[in-house]
């Protein structure tokens, strides 16, 4: 048998123990009641062709830089205002056109020392760029 041949039994053998999981080790095995459903897609005919012909992301401008640790995710609220992200320590931020304020918490967890732990590992992973 080739090489191929093998490879080709084994990546087989390695789709079938995924999509059997006989061991239930997958992310989904917790959640029995978990249903799918297919999204229709549109047509490729509406989708636009050239990506960014504009070259717009280059001239884009960076906001916020060296004031959040994150995002995560940006989003808007019904009414346009925002944007609220997610940030490294689990709060959620919102900025009022000035600054960013505490929106809200993603965990009663949280604790206070989690900015802390940010900063050491920040300081010593600059450390370790120093030492190298």
Known sequence: MTPTGILAGLFLLLALYCGIDPWKQSAISGFPDFKSY??????????????????LLQRSEIKF?????????MAFDPLGRGPYTGVADGRILFYDGQKWTDFAYTSSNRSAFSG?????FLLLSCFEKVMS
């Open 38 to 55: 297919k999204v229709e897609m549109p047509p490729w005919s509406i989708l636009p062709k050239e990506k960014d012909e504009e070259n």
């Open 116 to 120: 802390f732990y940010f900063l050491v």
């Open 65 to 73: 830089l060296n004031q959040i640790q994150g995002p995560e995710s």
